[in-house]
T-cell receptor, first 119, second 113 residues
Framework: GAVVSQHPSRVICKSGTSVKIECRSLDFQATTMFWYRQFPKKSLMLMATSNEGSKATYEQGVEKDKFLINHASLTLSTLTVTSAHPEDSSFYIC???????????????FGPGTRLTVL | QKEVEQDPGPLSVPEGAIVSLNCTYSNSAFQYFMWYRQYSRKGPELLMYTYSSGNKEDGRFTAQVDKSSKYISLFIRDSQPSDSATYLCAMSVSSSGYSTLTFGKGTMLLVSP
């Protein structure tokens, strides 16, 4: 099946610093990647949709200058949380759309997530 | 009314029980339905993907879709402690992997030995 990785899996940073999270599709090319945020015991909240080579499309209420997304290649998208504050602490999950083989379903495959804690 | 409703649980069952997880939705444009399993502090894992009304079976898992009632279910037979996780339903209007998914809140399942 299609495999998506995320790095780092966990990060703790001081308030005011910037944090970059990488999302990679390991065995398939992903024209589109999605970034989600998940609070404890809550569902996934879509933050933005990222298409390779173009600007990301942000959901309403998500600050694009706060959450910078870059999708420079068909296998890599990055999310940078700029000037992080404690309220940015959350579980960030990416997904990549596509399939690694014909037996896979053409849908979103999720990374393992990154837990961000801002002190 | 939210687009997708899902009881958050937790749902506690003994090992070996049959589990029924459900979601209702209001948007009749949804045509494609998925169930994801999410273990604590991990990303969601695709379990089942269905399109038409009816049943789809994969091992111990059966996904059921009733478009007329806007109701989907996931049944787990012979539940195991390793099935303990949060189960998220998701749906989209398009079959393309590029389309946006709308998720339920997730139901936490606890299977006790």
């Amino acid at each position: 099946g299609a495999v998506v990785s995320q790095h780092p899996s966990r990060v703790i940073c001081k308030s005011g610093t910037s944090v970059k999270i990488e999302c990679r599709s390991l065995d398939f090319q992903a024209t589109t990647m999605f970034w989600y945020r998940q609070f404890p015991k809550k569902s996934l909240m879509l933050m933005a949709t990222s298409n390779e080579g173009s600007k990301a499309t942000y959901e309403q209420g998500v600050e694009k200058d706060k959450f910078l997304i870059n999708h420079a290649s068909l296998t890599l998208s990055t999310l940078t949380v700029t000037s992080a504050h404690p309220e940015d602490s959350s579980f960030y999950i990416c997904s990549a759309s596509g399939r690694a083989s014909l037996s896979d379903t053409d849908t979103q495959y999720f990374g393992p997530g990154t837990r961000l804690t801002v002190l | 009314q939210k687009e997708v409703e899902q009881d958050p649980g937790p749902l506690s069952v003994p090992e070996g029980a049959i589990v029924s997880l459900n979601c209702t939705y209001s948007n009749s444009a949804f045509q494609y339905f998925m169930w994801y399993r999410q273990y604590s502090r991990k990303g969601p894992e695709l379990l089942m993907y269905t399109y038409s009304s009816g049943n789809k079976e994969d091992g111990r898992f059966t996904a059921q879709v009733d478009k007329s009632s806007k109701y989907i279910s996931l049944f787990i037979r012979d539940s195991q402690p390793s099935d303990s996780a949060t189960y998220l339903c998701a749906m989209s209007v398009s079959s393309s992997g590029y389309s946006t998914l709308t998720f339920g809140k997730g139901t936490m399942l606890l299977v006790s030995p």
